[in-house]
T-cell receptor, first 115, second 116 residues
Framework: QQQVKQSPQSLIVQKGGIPIINCAYENTAFDYFPWYQQFPGKGPALLIAIRPDVSEKKEGRFTISFNKSAKQFSLHIMDSQPGDSATYFCAASKTGAGGYNKLIFGAGTRLAVHP | GAGVSQSPRYKVAKRGQDVALRCDPISGHVSLFWYQQALGQGPEFLTYFQNEAQLDKSGLPSDRFFAERPEGSVSTLKIQRTQQEDSAVYLC??????????????FGPGTRLTVL
C-alpha cells in the first residue's frame, strides 16, 4: 500500500514557469511533510517542510501548499531556472515512540526546466 | 564542513556473495538511517539507529540484511547471499536528535549495488 502518492512522474517547463508537484497521503497520523531535491549521483537534500497547522509555507522561490481536509500537499517553484532541474520527492512522517523522523517518500517527480 | 560519506560508491557483486556498505555520519549526529532506493523510485526506510542502539529494523526486507553501529558513529549495512532484487542505491542519512520527528536528515551520496 503506497502511503504517499506523488504526481506527475515527470514534468517539463520553460525557464520562468511555475512547476507544481502534488502529493496525497492516507495516514491522518502524519504530521510532518518535507520536500527533498535530488540531483543525479547525489543523495536527497531537504528543500522545505511544513506542519499541518499551517496551510502554506514559503522559502525563497519554493512554496508548499497544504490541504489537511483533502490530505494533499503540493510544491510550487516560482520563476523556475535550469538549475532547478532535478528529481523532487515529497515525504511524510508521524510523531511516535523514540522521537525519530521515519520518512515515507513518494515515488518522485523528474523536473526538467528548459532555457 | 564534512557531510555524510558512504563507501564504496559503486559495488558489483555476483549473486550469492556477501557485501558490506559503510556509512560515516556527520560527527555528533545521534540518529542514523539506512534507506534503499530502487531505480526510478523514492527511498524506502530500512533501519534506524539512535547512537549504537538499533531501535527500528522494520524495513529490512529479509534476514539476509543486517546493520550495525557498534560505537555510535560509523555504521555498516551487510547483505548476505545477495540476490538480483537487492540491486539498488543504498542511502545513509544522519541527523541530530531532539526527540521530535522533524529533525532534518542529511543524506550521503549512496552506494549503488549491482548484483549480477
Amino acid at each position: 500500500q503506497q502511503q504517499v502518492k506523488q504526481s506527475p512522474q515527470s514534468l517539463i517547463v520553460q525557464k520562468g514557469g511555475i512547476p507544481i508537484i502534488n502529493c496525497a497521503y492516507e495516514n491522518t497520523a502524519f504530521d510532518y511533510f518535507p520536500w527533498y531535491q535530488q540531483f543525479p549521483g547525489k543523495g536527497p537534500a531537504l528543500l522545505i517542510a511544513i506542519r499541518p497547522d499551517v496551510s502554506e509555507k514559503k522559502e525563497g522561490r519554493f512554496t508548499i501548499s497544504f490541504n489537511k481536509s483533502a490530505k494533499q500537499f503540493s510544491l510550487h517553484i516560482m520563476d523556475s531556472q535550469p538549475g532547478d532541474s532535478a528529481t523532487y520527492f515529497c515525504a511524510a512522517s508521524k510523531t511516535g515512540a523514540g522521537g525519530y523522523n521515519k520518512l515515507i517518500f513518494g515515488a518522485g517527480t523528474r523536473l526538467a526546466v528548459h532555457p | 564542513g564534512a557531510g555524510v560519506s558512504q563507501s564504496p560508491r559503486y559495488k558489483v557483486a555476483k549473486r550469492g556473495q556477501d557485501v558490506a556498505l559503510r556509512c560515516d555520519p556527520i560527527s555528533g549526529h545521534v540518529s542514523l538511517f539506512w534507506y534503499q532506493q530502487a531505480l526510478g523510485q523514492g527511498p524506502e526506510f530500512l533501519t534506524y539507529f539512535q547512537n549504537e542502539a538499533q531501535l527500528d529494523k522494520s524495513g529490512l526486507p529479509s534476514d539476509r540484511f543486517f546493520a550495525e553501529r557498534p560505537e555510535g558513529s560509523v555504521s555498516t549495512l551487510k547483505i548476505q547471499r545477495t540476490q538480483q532484487e537487492d540491486s539498488a542505491v543504498y542511502l545513509c542519512a544522519s541527523s541530530p536528535w531532539t526527540g521530535a520527528n522533524t529533525d532534518t536528515q542529511y543524506f550521503g551520496p549512496g552506494t549503488r549495488l549491482t548484483v549480477l
